[in-house]
C-alpha cells in the first residue's frame, strides 16, 4: 500500500457520492444501499484504518470500514473493536 500523510486520501469511497454511505435503513430499499457501499469498502486499502477510525470516534452512523452502525455496536459489545481493525 502507497504511504498516505492521511489515510483517508487512499480511500476507494474517496470519489463516491457519500449519501451512498449513510443509507436511512439497514433494511428495505437501504439494505441495498447498505450493499452497494460495502462493495466499495470490500476493495479498499485502508478499509481497516477507516473501521478503527469509527470506533476510536464512536462514530454511531453511516458505513465505515465495510461495517454498518450495527455491526460497529456488536463489535464494541464484545470487545472484538481492536482486533477487528
Excluded at 439494505?31 to 457501499?37: E, G, I, N, S, T
Amino acid at each position: 500500500m502507497p504511504y498516505f500523510d492521511d489515510w483517508r486520501q487512499g480511500a476507494a469511497c474517496r470519489d463516491q457520492d457519500p449519501e451512498l454511505f449513510f443509507p436511512l435503513t439497514e433494511m428495505g430499499p437501504g439494505a441495498r444501499q447498505v450493499d452497494r457501499a460495502k462493495s466499495v469498502c470490500a476493495g479498499c486499502p485502508v478499509r481497516a484504518e477507516c473501521l478503527a477510525y469509527a470506533l476510536d470516534n464512536g462514530l454511531d452512523h453511516g458505513i465505515f470500514g465495510g461495517t454498518t452502525e450495527t455491526e460497529r455496536r456488536a463489535l464494541r459489545r464484545t470487545g472484538t473493536a481492536r482486533r477487528a481493525a
